[in-house]
């Protein structure tokens, strides 16, 4: 069966970097888009970057442009989020996901920006 298993999460100050990762199963991840979204309670999951199969294209919300990288290897069906330069407002709880038949996502990895 189809699984996404993040890890990395963990509390940073302001200014520091975190590498969020994906191990995924259960399906041909070489061939997938891949995604990472954020949620802080009471809102909706925001979708942060994607990057496509052959990780020729990727994609980032306004917000962390510049900021955060997504990666993948697919040797090791793993994607990777590298987040820099940290702001409290990147506080959230980070998903992976992928759409195959339908939507798929991670237990989600806390990460916490904060003095």
């Known amino acids: 069966q189809v699984q996404l298993v993040e890890s990395g999460g963990g509390l940073v100050h302001p200014g520091g970097s975190l590498t969020l990762s994906c191990a995924a199963s259960?399906?041909?991840?070489?061939?997938?888009?891949m995604k990472w979204y954020r949620q802080t309670p009471g809102t909706e999951r925001e979708l942060v970057a994607r990057i496509t199969p052959s990780g020729g294209s990727t994609n980032y919300a306004d917000s962390v442009k510049g900021r955060f990288t997504i990666s993948r290897d697919n040797a090791k069906n793993t994607v990777y989020l590298q987040m820099n330069s940290l702001k409290p407002e990147d506080t959230a709880v980070y998903y992976c996901?992928?759409?195959?038949?339908?939507?798929?996502w991670g237990q989600g990895t806390q990460v916490t920006v904060s003095s």
């Open positions: 996901n992928t759409v195959l038949m339908r939507s798929y």
């Open positions: 259960g399906f041909t991840f070489s061939a997938t888009t």
